[in-house]
């Protein structure tokens, strides 16, 4: 089961692109990579998900480099709204996830 | 609307009680799966199915109990409750390729 490593949080102010990236170095050759984002009280909510090179949706992109063991979720001038944890997953297609514990992000005016 | 829907979504009990959380789905997923969120410890999966009759453990599955006997519901078992269950529990369920949609939590206190 391919772990994962982020930063435990990050500041950021309104309108700032933030990024936050994650360390997969055991990430297996089917492992796609997938993050989701939760507010306090909620479920984890998908945002995104990717292979490799770069996925792009309306809330954010997700860069992946070429050997995979790393990844980078960016959002575009965020707002007090994404004041949220934010976590990376790696995993082929349904079985065991693990977590962690993400990254608590903190949006300030 | 699809959804997950869990309940109860608040249960104060003692120890040594059985219990059930039930979780339903209506978007025909054949994944499911039960989490526990304690502070500084994130998500730890705990059971999951990948199908009707097919469960597996996740990485904290000791003191749990689950059954898949339909596809829509997911129910999580405590057979004799501990204090150190405490927690908030997420039901999910998912499509392809690791995209889960969680259900609103239960927030269980074993006292």
């Known amino acids: 089961l391919a772990k994962t490593t982020q930063p435990i949080s990050m500041d950021s102010y309104e309108g700032q692109e933030v990024n936050i990236t994650c360390s997969h170095n055991?990430?297996?050759?089917?492992?796609?990579i997938t993050w989701y984002q939760q507010f306090p009280s909620q479920g984890p909510r998908f945002i995104i998900q990717?292979?490799?090179t770069k996925v792009t949706n309306e809330v954010a992109s997700l860069f992946i480099p070429a050997d995979r063991k790393s990844s980078t979720l960016s959002l575009p001038r965020v707002s007090l709204s994404d004041t949220a944890v934010y976590y990376c997953l790696v995993g082929d297609n349904f079985n065991k996830f693990y977590f962690g514990s993400g990254t608590k992000l903190n949006v300030k005016p | 609307e699809a959804q997950v829907t869990q309940n109860p979504r608040y249960l104060i009990t003692v120890t040594g009680k059985k219990l059930t959380v039930t979780c339903s789905q209506n978007m025909n997923h054949e994944y499911m799966s039960w989490y526990r969120q304690d502070p500084g410890l994130g998500l730890r999966q705990i059971y999951y199915?990948?199908?009707?009759?097919?469960?597996d453990k996740g990485d904290v599955p000791e003191g749990y109990k689950v059954s898949r006997k339909e596809k829509r519901n997911f129910p999580l078992i405590l057979e004799s409750p501990s204090p150190n269950q405490t927690s908030l529990y997420f039901c999910?369920?998912?499509?392809?390729?690791?995209?889960?949609?969680f259900g609103p939590g239960t927030r269980l206190t074993v006292l």
């Open positions: 199915s990948m199908n009707v009759e097919v469960t």
């Open positions: 999910a369920t998912g499509t392809a390729y690791n995209e889960q949609f």
């Open positions: 055991n990430i297996a050759t089917n492992d796609y």
């Open positions: 990717g292979y490799k």
